[in-house]
Structure formats: structure tokens, C-alpha cells
């Protein structure tokens, strides 16, 4: 089974859980303040537990949820309430074409796959499911902060229980692998790596133009030290 498959479930759920509402806010604030009011539907595509979906509805917007993990869904349903959420994978999405008026990508969810064809099949559907002119807003890693700040070793608790977590680049993958032990429990997570120029050259491949770089959601210019690369931009005519 894939590790994707795998990882996002409970487990997920507790080593993550410092992700939470205020972040959410935050973020989408970011959103409003770049792209306004929308006349239609936005994606959250990899929504998780639906925490941007629930504070993109409290800024006024029709919002629509996708993600692969079934127990990510049920948990954010149990704890925000009924919201519209769809269970698919990335690369086929379940939508009509030219069905939303924006879409939103958050925390690097985004380079899970085997081939960076998938990967670019994924950016290909986030194209067909948009109306033309419609905005994108993606949050990804920072390839150059990673490397330069990469921690090999970890060890912390989580709720009472102990956590490893072991880090390392694979150069011929070009992938960022973590190895996550919870009370005897193993999983991976592997993303691959893709710098700025990278990125901005597959969303134009897939008939995006990105209209601005970020490195964090305070609006900051990107450089090779940003927290993050935030790209930001529309799906061409």
C-alpha cells in the first residue's frame, strides 16, 4: 500500500495537531485579502479535516472539500459540522470541468506520488476543475530551507506517548522522507522536492500564470530562507 494510503489517519492526527484554527484563519485571511469576494465555488483540494473549509465559510465564501483520507473527513465533519467534502484522489478528480471559481492547496499537500507525471497530472486537474481567470492559491515547502535546516533525528511525546521521527533527502528521488514511530507503529511520509522555478514552470506547462511568489502568509517576497513557497496566480483563458 502506498504510504499516503497509510499515514493519514489517527496517528496523523495527534503528531499534527498543533495545526489548528488560528493557522486556518490566518491563512485564508491571506486568501480574501489577495483575491476578494468570489462569484462561485472554491476547492479545497486536500482539505483534511476541513479547518480551512470551516473559516473560508465564516469569510462568506460557497466552499467545497476534497480529500483521499476517510478518517480525516469523518473527523472533520464531527467537529465542524456538516460541510460539503468529497473522498477522491488527486489526480481524478470527481468534478464537472470549469466548476469552481477558485481553489486553494495547503500545508504541502501536494508531490506524494511516485513520478512527477502524476504530480503534474495533479496541477492538470486542478486546470479542468477551475473556470478560466479563476484564482489558485498553493502553499508548498521551501526546497532550499529544508535541506539547509534538516534535522535527521527527532524524539518528542505526544499525548503521553513517545514519537521518532527520523529525516533524510534522497538526491536520485529528490524526495524529503520522514520516518514516523508512534508506539511501535511505522509509517512514511515522502515529498518530492520541487524549487521555486520548478513549480512556477509546471503551473505554466498546465496553462496557469502565477502572478506573485510569497514566503510566508504575512505576504513576505520568497527567497531560499522563506518558511514558505506560496505561489499565487489564475488559470489561463
Request: net charge negative; charged share 25%.
Amino acid at each position: 500500500m502506498t504510504w499516503y494510503r497509510e499515514w493519514f489517519g489517527e496517528d496523523y492526527l495527534e503528531l499534527y495537531s498543533y495545526r489548528d484554527a488560528e493557522e486556518a484563519r490566518q491563512q485564508t485571511a491571506f486568501f480574501r485579502d489577495l483575491f476578494g469576494p468570489l462569484d462561485g465555488t472554491i476547492l479545497d483540494l486536500a482539505c483534511g479535516m476541513g479547518r480551512h473549509v470551516d473559516e473560508l465559510r465564516n469569510l462568506g465564501y460557497s466552499v467545497s472539500g476534497c480529500d483521499l483520507s476517510y478518517v480525516l473527513l469523518r473527523h472533520g465533519i464531527g467537529k465542524h459540522g456538516t460541510m460539503p467534502l468529497a473522498r477522491a484522489d488527486m489526480r481524478a478528480l470527481p468534478f464537472l470541468t470549469e466548476s469552481f471559481a477558485g481553489l486553494v492547496n495547503f500545508f504541502t499537500s501536494f508531490g506524494y506520488f511516485e513520478s512527477p507525471e502524476e504530480d503534474a497530472q495533479t496541477i492538470g486537474e486542478m486546470r479542468r476543475v477551475l473556470r478560466p481567470g479563476a484564482p489558485v492559491l498553493f502553499d508548498y515547502l521551501n526546497v532550499w530551507r529544508e535541506l539547509d535546516r534538516l534535522v535527521e533525528r527527532e524524539e518528542r511525546a505526544v499525548d503521553g506517548e513517545s514519537v521518532l521521527i527520523e529525516r533524510w533527502y534522497d538526491a536520485v528521488s529528490s524526495t524529503f522522507n520522514k520516518r514516523i514511530t508512534m508506539g511501535g507503529r511505522r509509517f512514511i511520509e515522502r515529498v518530492r522536492g520541487y524549487d521555486v522555478d520548478e513549480m512556477q514552470r509546471l503551473f505554466g506547462e498546465a496553462g496557469f500564470s502565477i502572478r506573485n511568489v510569497f514566503g510566508d502568509f504575512a505576504g513576505a517576497p520568497f527567497n531560499d530562507s522563506s518558511p514558505r513557497l506560496i505561489l499565487s496566480g489564475i488559470r489561463n483563458p
